[in-house]
């Protein structure tokens, strides 16, 4: 490795540190005063940067409020949309939701407690969570061979985004590899039962 690869390497991991301070920042100013009360500046002051470090990371608070929850949903539909030929969605979204569970940390948890404390972003994550559902319903129409605007693919990507909601929000006191192992049968019971209905 060259020095100028080094050095990008190194660049690269600086900001991603940074980005993760002011997010893990921000989550905990959130959920602890709220987050109208929180301004740009304590945000800054808590990750330990500028306040124009911060809004060269993020446009508003709102992006870093959904800075998670909008990766989330992108490597979701990149999941779905980019999965092997014969590879179902269902077991796409499985191993989405394994390797995401795997992955979670003190950030997650923060952001839970953020959206459980603040009822206005609740709001706008429900407005975000349609266009999942609606991303989700022509995939599965496309892989049944159903029309997108139909019930039963909506009914299985509404399953699917409140089974993940639950997975995710809800893990103490559970073993998570039962938890989506318990989703996915759930979820692939109500798929047979649409698909046969469907057929008939």
């Known amino acids: 490795m060259d020095r100028a690869t080094a050095g990008d390497g190194l660049r690269a991991r600086g900001k991603a540190r940074r980005r993760a301070a002011i997010t893990h920042a921000a989550f905990e100013l959130f959920a602890t005063q709220g987050y109208d ?11 330990e940067v ?25 490597s979701l539909t990149e999941v779905l949309r980019g999965r092997a030929p014969g590879e179902s969605a269902l077991h796409a979204l499985e191993g989405w939701l394994r390797e995401e569970m795997a ?15 603040n009822p206005e972003l609740r709001a706008v994550r ?17 892989e ?12 299985v990507a509404v399953a699917a985004a ?17 938890a989506i192992t318990a989703a996915m049968a759930f979820l692939a019971g109500g798929i047979e039962a649409m698909t046969a209905v469907v057929r008939d």
């Open 126 to 142: 429900s407005a975000r969570m349609a266009a999942v559902i609606e991303e989700g319903a022509r995939i599965f129409a496309e």
């Open 103 to 117: 992955c979670q940390d003190e950030t997650d948890e923060l952001e839970m407690r953020m959206f459980e404390a």
């Open 162 to 178: 409140a089974v993940a909601t639950e997975v995710f929000e809800h893990p103490e006191g559970t073993d998570r590899d039962q």
């Open 144 to 155: 049944t061979g159903q029309a997108p605007e139909g019930i039963g693919p909506r009914l």
């Open 50 to 74: 500028s306040p124009r470090t911060v809004t060269l990371y993020f446009r508003s608070k709102q992006d870093i409020a959904f800075s998670v929850f909008d990766a989330a949903a992108l």
């Open 37 to 47: 009360a929180t301004t740009i500046a304590e945000i800054a002051a808590a990750a």
